[in-house]
């Protein structure tokens, strides 16, 4: 059975890794284009740090100078006492011991202290506690003996900190109403204005750059395996026949047969006799039929399977309607039967780009520039 990747698909109109700069006062971000949903932004700082919107805290953490093991001996150096948060005072008075490993050492005050736990690095004693930011702290008192013998400094104060502020999104006052500019907007100045951000975010439709207003996006999709998004039977029919009627012949260096003259007759002047008409139907049949000569090939000479959804057996109809408001617009509508019986319907809109367009302008009938319309799969 053959397949094709899929192409034609929604666009979800979302910006993927925009790396922008801080402004003058190192607190806000403008994106280049209008943010549609709080939660789709992300934020990452200087390509490391990912910053949820309620900042980046630190937890307060410290580590001893010596390494282990300890020896401790009762009533020398066998107690330590600490403070968690400004809290009541948290006393451990461990056994006496000759060469005990810093594990052990860690493994009794975390059975014993709350709020602060003791893990080790390199044979040293480390500990951090369990809140994060400005309000996590912990007080080492000087009544612990213990302290000297682990290399921990007494009637010290470690702190935690808040390494990235948080940020909001701001409304920008003068943004237009259909194009909800917003900034993202940090509660403190990063502490260099060399920072730069990359954010991710979902924006509008009519401002999206992956399809250009159209809300179908061409490209290639992966799955979470990692395996391209291919389409098959019915899917694949209708993909195949919109590349070849939309196709400028002659644009395929290896296949100049292949496409239409479709968009170079749009703009002709429908007459009352139908003579453009007339073209642009013949061209369309032309095509299907060399399309369903490269299918029958395919399936007999090259010997490849061909399923029966996915021939075309016969173009049923094929329906155009001028715009009334403007002549460069043409509304194509062909009806598909493949070998299972089922007919397909395409949909399309199509407008020769003006060069007003390149400003941004709209006709009244809107950004169709071949911009598909949803099309179903009727029995």
């Known amino acids: ?148 013998t682990l290399g921990i400094q007494t009637n010290r104060e470690f702190r935690g900190q808040q390494n990235v502020p948080g940020w909001t999104l701001i409304g920008d006052p003068s943004a237009l109403a259909d194009r909800p500019t917003r900034l993202i907007v940090f509660d403190e100045p990063l502490r260099s204005g060399s920072c730069h951000v990359e954010i991710g975010y979902s924006t509008i439709r009519q401002e999206c750059r992956r399809c250009g207003g159209t809300g179908v996006e061409n490209d290639f999709r992966y799955s979470n395996d990692g395996e391209p998004v291919v389409i098959r039977d019915e899917a694949l029919l209708l993909q195949e026949l919109q590349k070849d009627f939309y196709t400028i012949r002659g644009t395929n260096p290896f296949h100049t047969w292949y496409g239409t003259a479709l968009l170079e007759t749009i703009g002709k002047k429908l007459t009352a006799g139908g003579f453009v008409q007339n073209l642009i139907v013949s061209d369309i049949y032309q095509a299907f039929n060399r399309w369903q000569s490269i299918k029958r090939q395919q399936e007999e000479r090259v010997g490849q399977f061909v399923s029966d959804a996915e021939f075309p057996f016969r173009l049923l109809s094929v329906d155009l309607q001028q715009s009334t408001q403007d002549p460069t617009v043409v509304f194509v509508s062909i009806t598909v039967q493949n070998r299972s019986n089922t007919p397909i319907q395409l949909e399309r809109g199509l407008r020769i780009p003006q060069p007003t367009d390149l400003l941004g302008s709209t006709a009244q009938q809107g950004v169709i520039r071949q911009s598909l319309s949803n099309y179903v799969l009727t029995g």
């Open 1 to 148: 059975m053959s397949y094709d990747r899929q192409i034609d698909q929604v666009c979800p109109h979302t910006v993927v890794e925009e790396a922008l700069y801080l402004s003058s006062d190192r607190m806000t971000i403008r994106p280049l284009r209008p943010i549609s949903s709080l939660n789709s932004v992300t934020v990452r700082l200087n390509g490391q740090i990912e910053v949820p919107s309620m900042g980046v805290p630190l937890p307060a953490s410290s580590m001893g100078l010596k390494e282990g093991p300890f020896t401790i001996a009762q009533g020398v150096n066998d107690t330590f006492a600490i403070a968690v948060a400004q809290g009541a005072t948290q006393t451990v008075t461990l056994p006496a011991g000759s060469k005990i490993p810093a594990e052990r050492i860690a493994a009794l005050f975390n059975s014993s202290f709350q709020g602060v736990l003791f893990s080790v690095m390199g044979n040293k004693l480390a500990f951090k506690t369990l809140s994060d930011g400005r309000g996590a702290s912990v007080f080492v008192r000087n009544t612990s003996t213990l302290a000297t």
